[in-house]
DNA sequence: CTCTTTGTATCACGCTCGTGATAAATTGTT
DNA sequence: AACAATTTATCACGAGCGTGATACAAAGAG
């Protein structure tokens, strides 16, 4: 028999309502009264699933970071070896996998949102530094495996450092998502794929 | 006769006062406390020169761009001529040129971290957007200009287009900076600089 | 010296915040 | 019906904030 009320379920609408308040209003802006506005609760009852401001922000983050981490995975799996497909496409499988971290859709937007004012925030607040540093070093990994099956697929130019390329294709990434967020008007999402495309197009061999 | 005290004089060390604030703690609690006692005066002081905090923020935000605008013109002129200079060290100019956008001192680090914070608040603080989209569209002139400078000097492989560049290259920028000051032991100072770099080369003809 | 201007220092008000304590209502079980 | 557990709702406290008002000190001008 289903209970009235289930927790679970209550925590992620929290947390829902929470992404929308730090879309709309920014994080600064995100206390536990605006949540529980947005979220239809008192914000005692909020407080019931959540003990304290902290363990609401860890969980929150924590949960956007899983569903990231499961589309790529997702993206990766449906991609399989990348050498079973023809050549030309295998840039276009590469860049879908990595426009997952770009705000090409309304989803994306929010969450690429969401990223960037949590990770400034975690500059100076400790209680985020783990999750911030951990994704950091996560967005690198799948970025240097993504460009090491190129590389060994023989899709890449030869005589490249993948190390430098690397964090190159990284802020690439982390530099159209800031501008695509913060500045809508002068960055597109066509443009941002494109230059993404662009990007990727020029690591490989001229075809 | 010279007064005892120097009214722009002052408001420059509140400022300064104000970024380190920023750098330390983060904008978000950058208060005007905590401004005055970082600058050793009385919070009544303060406010005899600046009539209220936005006024405070936004001489601060102007005050960096214009020094930042400065040191690029400087930049620039220093450079004159980009068909003046040999071949190989047109891209070593451009580099040092835009490397006043990376954090790779202690000065540009300061400048880049409050100015990354700046930002992140002129989302969902309209006071903060003129001079947020000022600055956003000001990079993008100047990444554009030096393309089209390299360009014209027949320094750019053909067949580019200066638009995509343009936003390439100005997210490298915008993401490497990000990355070396939010994590700096994952993106070092002469990594930064080193893809800057490999993407200038990247760029160009193969010599 | 007196007066005006400039700079310095306090106080108090209203607001928002996170949080602890606690009551009240609702639900599931016996 | 009675009880226990869960969920919802209030209240109050202390802290920090920006700001208006105001007092006090210092300095240059007449």
Redesign the interface.
Known sequence: MPKLVDPEARRREVVDALFRVVV???L??TSLRAVADEAGLNIGSLRHYFSSQQDLMDFAMQSMLDGLTDRLLQHVERIGDLSRHPHPERLRLVADLLAELLPLDERRRAEV?VF??F???????PAFRDL??QA??GT?RLVRRVLTRLDESGTLRPGR?L???T??L???????G??A???PD??SAQ??A??LR??LE?LSDGR
Do not use: P
Request: charged fraction near 30%; charge should be negative; aromatic fraction near 0%.
């Open positions: 709309r209003d920014g600064q802006r949102t960037l004012d990770n400034a925030a975690a500059r100076t607040n911030s540093h950091a070093t690198r450092d190390d430098i390329e964090e190159r990284t802020a690439l990434l982390d530099g159209l800031l501008s967020v913060r500045h002068v960055l443009t941002c494109e230059a662009v990007h020029d």
